[in-house]
């Protein structure tokens, strides 16, 4: 298996997501925002970073009222993304190190294990970023408010790897029925 610094991929996901969350809640400083996601598939090849706020939510359920659970929780129904661009000169974008990260595991092969141990390492990575207290930072930086729920979600449908980071990244969250709002969400899709 290659080699890959996943201190070095750590560093450049935060600072990445850093850059990027507040050209992305731009405009939205006064709205709750109470998710906040980075979304991989289960190869852990591709990362989107994502923010999810009460306001934008009611636009969501006005037009339908019958998946407001889904639109609350599932990320790929959120309108507030990093649009996959760079939040400015010199800031690297989570689409060139989804390449990167897309390079890495391609250069696997058909090795099962190493397949294995890199989609662990590399998940892990990507919850260890999220839940960086830089990323913290920079969202209460936005609205000192803010506590929103932080999670990794499994764009190819693995709940039970995103409940275990929503346990994972929100030991202590001061809105405790929003965490299992989250998780009973992700429990139902994985058949509980």
């Not at 750590?10 to 405009?27: D, F, H, N």
């Not at 889904?70 to 309108?79: F, I, L, Q, S, V």
């Amino acid at each position: 298996m290659p080699t890959v610094d996943m201190p070095a991929l750590r560093e450049r996901i935060v600072a990445s997501i850093c850059a990027t969350i507040g050209p992305m809640l731009e405009g939205r400083e006064s709205e709750e925002l109470y998710a906040v996601a980075l979304t991989t598939d289960s190869d852990v090849v591709t990362v989107t970073l994502l923010a999810h706020t009460e306001e934008a939510l009611q636009v969501l359920v006005e037009a339908d009222d019958a998946y407001a659970d889904g639109y609350r929780w599932w990320p790929d129904e959120w309108a507030v993304t990093d649009d996959h661009e760079a939040a400015g000169p010199g800031v690297e974008s989570l689409v060139q190190i989804s390449r990167d990260m897309f390079d890495a595991h391609d250069s696997l092969g058909d090795d099962d294990e190493a397949h294995g141990e890199w989609c662990r390492r590399a998940r892990a990575t990507l919850e260890d970023a999220l839940g960086d207290h830089r990323v913290r930072a920079s969202i209460a930086g936005i609205n000192p408010a803010w506590r929103p729920v932080l999670f990794v979600a499994d764009t190819d449908g693995n709940a039970h790897l995103t409940v275990r980071s929503i346990d994972l990244l929100n030991d202590g969250h001061p809105k405790p029925d929003l965490v299992a709002s989250a998780r009973d969400f992700f429990d139902e899709t994985d058949g509980g």
